[in-house]
């Protein structure tokens, strides 16, 4: 039982690149999250998924897309990097107990 | 605007003794809160939660107070120990058509000496 898993772990891209990081649970949770964290901030909610098929902006979406279509795996997309979106990604899970189960985390740098 | 706050960025305490860390809310509809733990270079764990019908949970070595009327929690963890040194997250729950999203605060760095 992994848990959640995140991939890659680090990441160097440059302006105007994209990319996609990648989130896969193994816990049969409908909930998924993705978050940023800044240096010195706390975590800000991207996107969000309730189910496979469903997703919702959260609270800093700009810039980012999701897809949701297996119950497992939960995708972000960066289109076009920039400076402002260097930070370091969460990725979460939710079962029914109203905890949220976090991966190991992808930093991402964009020069 | 910040609805979760940790006015202390970092805390220091002795081996042994008591950890405070605190946390202030603003929104009245929050109805879960939940400590995180988070290593660096780690993703952040669940460590300890409270329902707004509680004012008080407690799990071993760590207890968290919920004033519902001053909008405060604070997390205790009794005795501190140095494997303790992490940053703390205080988060808050908001539940909105069937989805639950948390809010986090921006984290105390607690560093326990020996």
């Known amino acids: 039982n992994a848990g959640v898993t995140q991939t890659p772990k680090f990441r160097i891209l440059k302006i105007g690149q994209s990319m996609t990081l990648q989130c896969t649970q193994d816990m049969n949770h409908n909930y998924m999250y993705w978050y940023r964290q800044d240096p010195g901030m706390g975590l800000k909610l991207i996107y969000y998924s309730v189910g496979a098929g469903i997703t919702d902006k959260g609270e800093v979406p700009n810039g980012y897309n999701v897809s949701r279509s297996t119950t497992e795996d939960f995708p972000l997309r960066l289109e076009l990097a920039a400076p402002s979106q260097t930070s370091v990604y969460f990725c979460?899970?939710?079962?029914?107990?109203?905890?949220?189960?976090f991966g190991p985390g992808t930093r991402l740098t964009v020069l | 605007d910040q609805q979760v706050k940790q006015n202390s960025p970092s805390l220091s305490v002795q081996e042994g003794r008591i950890s405070i860390l605190n946390c202030d809310y603003t929104?009245?509809?929050?109805?879960?809160f939940l400590w995180y733990k988070k290593y660096p270079a780690e993703g952040p764990t669940f460590l300890i939660s409270?329902?707004?019908?509680?004012d008080k949970n407690e799990d071993g070595r760590f207890t968290v107070f919920l004033n519902k009327s001053a909008k405060h929690l604070s997390l205790h963890i009794v005795p501190s120990q140095p494997g303790d040194s992490a940053v703390y997250f205080c988060?808050?729950?908001?539940?909105?058509?069937?989805?639950?999203?948390?809010?986090f605060g921006k984290g105390t760095k607690l560093t326990v000496n020996p």
């Open positions: 929104n009245s509809m929050f109805d879960y």
């Open positions: 988060a808050a729950s908001v539940s909105q058509g069937g989805s639950e999203k948390l809010v």
């Open positions: 979460a899970s939710m079962g029914s107990a109203d905890t949220q189960y």
């Open positions: 409270i329902s707004s019908i509680k």
